[in-house]
């Protein structure tokens, strides 16, 4: 292995970790040999956002575009920059979010990453940093995605949206983080806290989340049904439940937000 691929695992190893200091200074080594390393200027320019030195990243994928002058990358995350300088945020404060390196661990059945739908406006996306805790509030028959302030990020998918609300009706409780913060795609972690009486013995998140779905949404409906303060129509919820579902996402406990 070259001196130079040693180099590019470690800066690769860095930013799997979310390390962006170690990040920065493996992809500056790799850049003090190779100038026009175009892999080597992305990461560092993306590592310089996380660290939000915004002008030091504006600069190297300015670098970047000479290089490729369309490289979709750049540009996304330029728009980004541009976003965040427009909204005269000085830089993005990365200070209040102490990040865990063992936030994202995986645990079957208790843990999902899922790509956030129809999401919000760029001046909010702009500004999600990594490991940053989201809200999921329940609004109709879908679960929002906002900010700890109540800025809207995005939705989770319908099939978990479904799946997570008839959970949440029974006191379940999750937490959800940004995992992923391109401005178009946004990918947030989500993980079970607590689960509810009703549903202790099932799991929150199967392969398949369909699985169940009918006798959770039964056991649902009859603790619902002696609330006479309910309004949830669990009937057609759990009906509805029973599509098959591609894709999971993250979530945190709510109660009925009717906005």
Not at 12 to 33: D, G, H, P, R, T
Request: aromatic fraction near 6%; include cysteine.
């Amino acid at each position: 292995m070259t001196e130079i691929e040693i180099f590019e695992q470690n800066a690769v190893n860095a930013a799997v970790s979310y390390q962006w200091q170690e990040a920065i200074k493996f992809n500056k080594k790799i850049l003090v040999k190779e100038k026009k390393n175009l892999s080597a200027l992305l990461r560092l320019a993306y590592a310089y956002i996380q660290t939000s030195e915004l002008a030091k990243a504006k600069k190297i994928y300015n670098q970047a575009l000479k290089i490729q002058s369309t490289n979709s990358v750049a540009k996304e995350n330029l728009e980004r920059i541009k976003i965040l300088q427009t909204k005269k945020l000085k830089k993005i404060n990365s200070s209040k979010i102490f990040f865990d390196p063992n936030l994202f661990l995986e645990s079957v059945g208790k843990t999902k990453s899922v790509k956030l739908v129809n999401l919000g406006q760029k001046n909010v996306l702009a500004q999600l940093m990594i490991g940053q805790e989201v809200l999921l509030k329940t609004k109709n028959r879908k679960v929002d995605v906002r900010t700890i302030s109540g800025d809207y990020i995005g939705s989770l998918p319908d099939d978990l949206s479904k799946r997570l609300r008839l959970f949440i009706k029974t006191n379940s409780q999750y937490a959800a983080y940004i995992k992923e913060n391109p401005i178009n795609s946004i990918i947030i972690f989500i993980k079970e806290v607590k689960k509810g009486k009703k549903v202790a013995n099932y799991v929150s998140f199967p392969v398949d989340l369909s699985n169940n779905i009918n006798i959770i949404g039964e056991g649902v409906e009859e603790e619902v049904c002696c609330d006479d303060s309910s309004e949830l129509d669990l009937d057609k919820i759990a009906e509805a439940l029973t599509t098959e579902d591609k894709e999971t996402i993250p979530y945190k406990q709510d109660d009925e937000d009717e906005e």
